[in-house]
């Protein structure tokens, strides 16, 4: 059972930056994606940013510009930094993994972001 587990949430104001981090248990070195998604009150969970396998990572349309997946394989650790943060980020952001194409996704427990307007 693979564990993750996210810190660096919290309240910030408009324009502000967080990194987000997600340690897994297990290692990452040839995991086949590691992804964040978010979900604001009342809204489905969106895909924010996903690394499949060593592709260049892709980002929701609403982050790009502003946010940076990154993976450091020896801490088995994967980032989001967020930048120029916006009131429409606050949500609870949760890092996903998925070992295989067809394996079973694994989930953190969440960490909320909140910006202040």
């Known amino acids: 059972q693979v564990q993750l587990t996210e810190s660096g949430g919290g309240l910030v104001q408009a324009g502000g930056s967080l990194r987000l981090s997600c340690v897994v248990s297990?290692?990452?070195?040839?995991?086949?994606?590691l992804a964040w998604y978010r979900q604001a009150p009342g809204k489905q969970r969106e895909l924010v940013a996903v690394?499949?396998?060593?592709?260049?990572?892709n980002y929701a349309d609403s982050v790009k510009g502003r946010f940076t997946i990154s993976r450091d394989n020896a801490q088995n650790t994967i980032y989001l930094q967020m930048n120029s943060l916006k009131p429409e980020d606050t949500a609870v952001y949760y890092c996903?993994?998925?070992?295989?194409?067809?394996?079973?996704?694994?989930w953190g427990q969440g960490t909320q972001v909140t910006v202040s307007s």
């Open positions: 297990g290692s990452i070195f040839s995991i086949y994606k």
């Open positions: 996903n993994t998925r070992q295989s194409w067809a394996g079973s996704d694994y």
């Open positions: 690394i499949i396998r060593d592709s260049n990572p």
